[in-house]
């Protein structure tokens, strides 16, 4: 089986996200912080869009894992009864 690009992506960005959403939300007031930005608040904002993006790539890659998974189910459905004979060793009395 093999491991959709998305999901590690999607770990990755989740977790950015969470850290860059929790640190924006508890700098929220600091006005000092955000002087540069015009008292736009980067760190929540660039933390919740990573947080999405990071959601979105676990969630396709989650389901474009089922779909592989589904795919060779039928798949080996079809030939493993033909192909188990192929694959016993030989018996011995």
Same mark, same amino acid.
């Given at each position: 089986?093999?491991?959709?690009?998305?999901?590690?992506?999607?770990?990755?960005? %989740?977790?950015?996200?969470?850290?860059? %959403?929790?640190?924006?939300?508890?700098?929220?007031?600091?006005?000092?912080?955000?002087? $540069?930005?015009?008292?736009?608040?980067?760190?929540?904002?660039?933390?919740?869009?990573?947080?999405?993006?990071?959601?979105?790539?676990?969630?396709?890659?989650?389901?474009?894992?089922?779909?592989?998974?589904?795919?060779?189910?039928?798949?080996?459905?079809?030939?493993?009864?033909?192909?188990?004979? $192929?694959?016993?060793?030989?018996?011995?009395?």
């Amino acid at each position: 089986m093999s491991l959709d690009l998305r999901l590690p992506m999607g770990l990755m960005f %989740t977790l950015t996200g969470t850290i860059l %959403t929790a640190f924006g939300l508890a700098t929220r007031g600091n006005q000092i912080l955000y002087a $540069k930005s015009d008292g736009f608040d980067v760190n929540l904002w660039w933390g919740a869009a990573l947080l999405v993006f990071g959601i979105i790539n676990l969630v396709l890659g989650r389901r474009g894992q089922m779909r592989m998974l589904r795919e060779e189910e039928k798949q080996g459905s079809g030939g493993r009864d033909q192909g188990s004979e $192929k694959n016993q060793r030989p018996r011995m009395h």
